[in-house]
């Protein structure tokens, strides 16, 4: 044999024997830990859903990824796959030996990785474990971590952590995640063209992607289509139907965050339930939110407070037209309304679910939830309180209340101090029912009546609502208590449960891999019979119908309900309730100055309340309209006036008529 035959044989056996060579150096020079996939623990995205199962929003940290186990992944889906990137998946050990072959052949001419030979399991293990360089070294690498992986795994742990790691464009990780990100489905809603567009993203996710380049994603997903009908794994029919359709794609944010404020306080919540991983953690929280009155609370409180802004631009321009046609100095004092701001919070009365909680007129311009975290003096909001204090003590709507004006006295840091309280319409009657003092909010008949209670009586009575931070002198009279809309909503149901405080919640129940982590268990607080109950309905009833509640009448359902409005109308609220809804909502400046001055809290917060419960009759128009009238309930006409009582609060008799001119001695 000549020496250049000799030669040419060795170094095609040099050539030959090489690469194994090189493939027996890495493998017994490096660590190749593959535990990260064995041990597969990726963060998962958490869900919120409403009442009814509508996803409200995702949660998540960097990656925004939903789990799906093998089974939840269709065998269609497994075939596409298979069929575009790696048709003999399930007979090759990790590599596909011919592909590297020809991948180093032309490696070798190139003198760089110009073509790739990567099976799906290359694919898993250069995503999870390896850059994307493009070395020799690096393809060798993966080539082991791939070998190695398929000892360790099973053929269908592999594909299931494949179709969960790999990246689908979008900002979507996973083939379940891009499942409901683009297609708003579950992944055995999916139809095979849409099966298709996703098997077909991760070969470059940004070039297919549906939402940015739709025509290429179809043409993308119809090779995938085709591909399975030149396997025979579809039939003409099928592949005729799939390459046809055209689905509708949504090109949505990450979060689909329908309801902001919601989003917040559920994360708060988590965290006192002591979940701390809530992102990355793959939660499913139920919550009590309907997500279409969320919307409705959210364009109530925008609708109040632009037309706020609009009387008190209405009130500047009459203002300045009076004072040039007086031709004295100008001395208007325009409003600030730069922090002028609203929330509501409504319940469902007997559940105390709380369907709509809106924080501010603009989560984008203040995220600050005023319903849960805002503290604030309720007013006249709350003496409906004190009233059923009173009618559970034998009061009537007909008891006649002392409407004049009193000095008192009072120590305040070793000085005697005097309060000279007065009703904001600055008059008084003398003589009042207990109905008209409420339904027209006089500060003083309720000062009198809380003095003829016993303010001591009163304070112990109180306690049953539950109410914390009770001012223990006689300003509790005027709610000079501090509380949040979300607070007063609770308290509230005391009145709109038919005498059972119910505890208001927002999550029904937290679920991680179908284990139950908390569910909501409620509780119930007797605070006076039904009959009583009714009674303090019917009076708020007429606060709505002609009393300082009449922005919130509504036509066509009976409205319970009671104003409230602080000193030099700091705070707005109107706090009411249909015969199965309750709503509280509030409104005011944030740094505790004065609203304009003629901004009440009806004015202001009971056009919220009207557009909240007319859209919700256009939503629900089979809810109850109208409120029961209990057994034990006797009616009476007094002066061609209804009045109710029960045998606690006993009807007066027949000679114990007031004399008209007794309001003259006043």
Known sequence: MSIIKKMFLTLLALGFLSPFALFTYYYVSYDYDISSLVDYNPPISSRIYDKNGEKIAN??????????????????????????????????????IDAIFRAAIKVIKAGKAVQGASTITQQLVKNKLLTREKKLSRKIKEAIYAIKLEQALSKEQI???????????????????????????KLHDLTLKEIAILVGLPKAPSTYAPTKNYDISMGRANRVIKR???????????????????????????TQNKAPFIVDEVSRRMKKFGIKDFKTGGYEVYTTIDIRLQEVARKAVKYSYDKSLERIEGYKKRAISRAKRAKGEFKYVDTNTSLLNGALVSVEAS??????????????????????????????????????????????????????????KYEKNGKEMKWQPRNYSKNYKGLISLREALVHSSNLATINLVDDIGLSNLLQSLKKFGIKNVPQDMSISLGTLTISPYTL???????????????????????????????????????????????MTSILKSVVDRGTGIRARVQGIEIAGKTGTTNDNIDGWFAGYSPTIETVVWFGNDNNTPMHKKETGGRVSGPAFNYFYTQ?????????????????????????????????????????????????IW
């Open 616 to 664: 919700l009759l256009k939503l629900y128009p089979q809810i109850q309209r109208r409120f029961k009238r209990p057994e034990g309930i006797i009616e009476v006409d007094i002066s061609g006036k209804k009045e109710y009582f029960s045998d606690i609060s006993k009807p007066p008799r027949l000679e114990q008529k007031v004399d008209p001119q007794e309001e003259l």
């Open 159 to 185: 594909l299931e952590r494949y179709l969960n790691e790999i990246y689908f464009g979008h900002g979507y990780y996973g083939i379940k995640t891009a499942a409901d990100g683009y297609f708003h489905k």
């Open 489 to 535: 909503a609770k308290y509230y149901t005391s009145f709109a449960n038919k005498g059972i405080q119910v505890q208001t919640h927002i999550i029904d129940s937290v679920h991680q891999k179908d284990i139950v982590l908390h569910e909501f268990t409620p509780s119930f607080l007797e605070i006076t019979n039904e009959q009583q109950a009714f009674l």
């Open 59 to 96: 949660i998540f940290d960097k990656k925004h990824r939903f789990y799906a186990s093998f089974s939840e992944i269709p065998p269609r889906a497994i075939e596409a796959l298979v069929a575009i990137e790696d048709t003999t998946f399930f007979e090759h050990p990790g590599v596909n």
């Open 228 to 254: 399975m009908k030149v396997l025979g794994w579809i039939d003409d029919q099928t592949y005729e139907k799939s390459v046809s359709e055209t689905p509708k794609v949504y090109d949505t944010t990450l």
């Open 351 to 408: 559940t105390g679910n709380v369907l709509a909680l809106v924080g501010s007129y603009d989560y984008k311009i203040s995220p600050f939830n005023r319903g849960t975290q805002g503290r604030r003096q309720p007013g006249s909001a709350f003496k409906p309180f004190i009233y059923q204090v009173a009618l559970d003590l034998g009061f009537s709507g007909a008891t006649r209340l002392t409407d004049i004006a009193k000095t008192y």
